[in-house]
């Protein structure tokens, strides 16, 4: 790539054996939710109870293919029966993703506050925030760095409510030793999303242990045709019969991107090892300078570091988009992880919160850059954007 080139936040490494299967999944006739997603589901149980270890797991894993994790996280609230008198803890620092499923259920997301190292979501705050009406808690693994789950999980216990992860940003990430999505929770839900760990173009799974939950999720991802109903009471009907149980939605993976995602997860752990890379470079090449690194996972886990969220410290005296608008200047694109929820006027004006509310929140916001991260960046590329960051920095000094 030519030093002049403009050097992207993110893209997406796809080659050729992913292009094969994609171009066979045409020919064979056959698109839409067929033989290839049911593989990809079968590989990515797999995956995940193997973990770390390369050892399996006893628990089962059930694992249902969708069209975006946003899909995954609205079928698991509406499997746990999630409703208009409920309450769902979610974290004001993430995506609206992880906060609009609970609208489309018609219940009310309850917004706390993170941690400013992790920028996770705080359990203290989860705990202040719980009242009669609470059903869930929505964490967030921010940028692949897994959330306090012991404490989390003790909360959930303690107050009969369920865990429904967003793992969006997270695989592979572990806690304790265990990957997540297999801690447990009621839910646990990954993305596949262009600039994620892994893609499928858009596409995402919903992981559970719990049989119930996954049969409800697989019916409601397409239109609440029920399979199960027919098998058991109908096996001697033709073919073309089927039967409504629920207004469900369209939420199903197609094999075209399952096609994508069988090859991407066999390159998952050569992605993930490019990523720890690069990121060890970036904390070791911007270690002197006036900037917050991204927190290390506690020694023996893994992060998946989808992103690399610096903090500049005022010290550094450039400011949040002054800093992205001299790194774009010299041909880095940059990004802000997130403008968080109560930033934005719809959660304003739903959950009557303000900046107020979340101090930790606000202030992560008004100093955080991502900067670039993926495994299609060259030693070359990183290289450029660690002597912009050092130029940018220099000059504002
Ligand atoms: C990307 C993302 C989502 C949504 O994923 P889709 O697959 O695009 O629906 C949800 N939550 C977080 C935190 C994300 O970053």
Not at 294 to 310: K, S, T
Request: glycine share 6%.
């Amino acid at each position: 790539m030519s030093d002049r080139s403009f050097l992207p936040f993110a893209r997406p490494e796809i080659n050729g054996e992913e292009i094969n299967e994609v171009v066979a999944t045409l020919q064979s006739g056959w698109v839409t939710t067929g033989p290839r997603t049911r593989a990809f589901e079968e590989r990515f149980a797999d995956y995940l109870a193997r973990g770390k270890t390369g050892e399996a797991e006893a628990q089962p894993l059930h694992c249902v293919a969708v069209n975006s994790a946003t899909a995954g996280l609205h079928l698991a609230l509406e499997a746990l029966g999630i409703g208009p008198d409920d309450e769902v803890i979610v974290p004001n620092y993430t995506f609206t993703a992880t906060a609009e499923v609970v609208r489309y259920l018609g219940a009310t997301p309850v917004l706390v506050d993170v941690e400013e190292h992790t920028f996770n979501i705080d359990p203290a705050c989860v705990e202040s925030a719980i009242t009669e009406r609470t059903r869930a808690i929505m964490p967030v693994h921010f940028s692949g760095l897994a959330c306090d789950m012991t404490t989390l999980q003790a909360l959930a216990k303690r107050h009969d409510l369920a865990l429904v992860e967003d793992a969006a940003h997270a695989l592979p990430t572990t806690w304790q030793g265990r990957m997540v999505g297999t801690l447990g929770s009621a839910a646990c839900v990954f993305s596949f999303y262009a600039n994620k760990t892994m893609t499928t173009g858009e596409g995402g799974m919903l992981v559970t242990n719990d049989a119930d939950l996954a049969a409800r999720a697989r019916t409601m991802r397409l239109h609440g045709i029920s399979k199960d109903v027919f098998d058991r009471y109908h096996s001697d009907t033709p073919d073309w019969y089927y039967e409504v149980v629920a207004p469900g939605f369209k939420y199903n993976m197609t094999d075209i991107a399952a096609a994508l995602g069988l090859h991407q997860l066999k390159r998952l752990p050569q992605f993930h090892a490019r990523r720890e890379d690069l990121a060890r470079r970036y904390d070791e090449a911007l270690a002197d300078l006036p900037l917050r690194l991204p927190a290390a996972a506690p020694a023996g886990d893994i992060q998946a570091r989808h992103l690399y969220p610096v903090r500049l410290l005022p010290e550094a005296g450039v400011g949040r988009d002054e800093f992205i608008e001299a790194m774009a200047a010299r041909g880095i694109g940059c990004s802000v992880h997130f403008i968080p929820l109560h930033r934005h006027p719809y959660w304003q004006a739903c959950c009557g919160v303000s900046e107020a509310d979340f101090p930790v929140s606000e202030a992560l916001f008004q100093q955080e850059v991502s900067l670039p991260l993926y495994t299609a960046m060259s030693d070359a590329d990183l290289e450029r954007v660690v002597t912009a960051v050092r130029d940018v920095l220099k000059r504002a000094c």
